[in-house]
């Protein structure tokens, strides 16, 4: 990291990129607040340009009618926010102290880094099998997804059998909203009853698209280009089986990027970076702000993490503004 990049005391820091992070970014380079972005390495699991990095096409980013590679989306916010005068340095944060004023990082070079306002931007990563072939096709664009909103309307994954793999609230959501286009939906669940919500279950198991494979795990995704099907094992027998499909769908959770946040900031108990009032982005520390998948454990969607990035943006720039900073040092030091 070059000294030059970073100054004495930062008005902004912005920890992570992705959606919320550039987003913010912007507004806080318009505002002529000098943001600093510790956007992530790739060493770690805080990617430079969040997940969207390893999502080949998105098609419900508004402004591109035809779709937009997801790398290319990325690059391009970043490209907008440094128009701006957006600094950006590629490490990690390890460590966050809010208990001196200006706030104090450490990344992973050991430089400390001095923010009158901090946004945490860090994200959240969806949790995946654990099956070579699996990461390789998500990678790729493959026709392996943990986001069917994202990525179940494409043209590929339409009048086939998709397999979505869980057993919780989410699984069942994604399996009925994949109803729309696929031939058939296979859930396959490791267990011979489900996690979700009764609502949400009589829902699926109602719909007519739905079949459930029960006691069954996914333990390979047979495909070189392309899915091709999965491998399922009985749970209870141990048997193996084929199921020829054209799209799999892993809905097992995700998670926040929050290991280095726990005693700094108050997370929920799954996590997540818990923002005490409604439709605010303000943290249990006043003068840190978080935006984006860090902190929103429901929507999970590009453009509501972008959404929040503005807004995180915009009440730094106000606690700014009413002399949050003033008051914060003041209370640091009495």
Request: one cysteine or more; proline letters at 3%; a negative charge.
């Amino acid at each position: 990291m070059s000294d030059s990049v970073i100054r004495e005391r930062e008005t902004v820091v912005i920890v992570g990129s992705g959606p919320a992070g550039w987003t913010a970014a912007v507004y806080a380079a318009r505002a002529e607040l000098h943001p600093l972005v510790i956007e992530g390495s790739f060493s770690r699991t805080m990617i430079p340009g969040g997940q969207l990095m390893f999502t080949t096409e998105v098609e419900n980013y508004p402004g591109f009618k035809d779709g937009v590679d997801g790398q290319t989306l990325m690059l391009e916010m970043k490209a907008q926010a440094e128009r701006f005068g957006t600094r950006v340095v590629t490490e990690d944060v390890l460590e966050v102290d809010v208990h001196q004023y200006p706030f104090r990082l450490v990344t992973t070079s050991g430089q400390e880094v001095f923010a009158e306002t901090v946004i945490l931007a860090t994200g959240a990563n969806a949790n995946w099998i654990g099956l070579p072939n699996e990461e390789r096709l998500a990678q790729s664009g493959g026709g392996v997804s943990a986001c069917a909103v994202c990525d179940g309307a494409l043209p590929h994954f339409r009048e086939k059998v998709l397999v979505v793999v869980g057993g919780g609230d989410t699984a069942m959501e994604d399996a009925l909203y994949l109803t729309k286009f696929a031939k058939e939906v296979v859930i396959v669940h490791r267990r011979d009853e489900l996690r979700a919500s009764r609502i949400m279950a009589d829902r699926a198991m109602a719909n007519e698209k739905i079949r459930f494979a029960w006691n069954k795990t996914v333990v390979e995704v047979h495909g070189d280009d392309v899915i091709t099907g999965v491998r399922l094992k009985d749970t209870v027998t141990g048997e193996e089986s084929d199921l020829d499909a054209g799209g799999m769908f892993v809905a097992i959770g995700h998670s926040p990027n929050t290991e280095f946040l726990k005693g700094v900031v108050d997370l929920k108990e799954n996590g997540y970076v818990a923002t005490p009032v409604a439709w605010r982005t303000q943290t249990s520390v006043p003068g840190v702000f978080a935006a984006g998948d860090v902190m929103d454990d429901y929507y999970r969607q590009a453009v509501t993490a972008a959404g929040t990035g503005c807004m995180a943006a915009l009440e730094a720039e106000r606690w700014l503004a009413h002399g949050g900073a003033e008051v914060h040092a003041a209370s640091a030091t009495g």
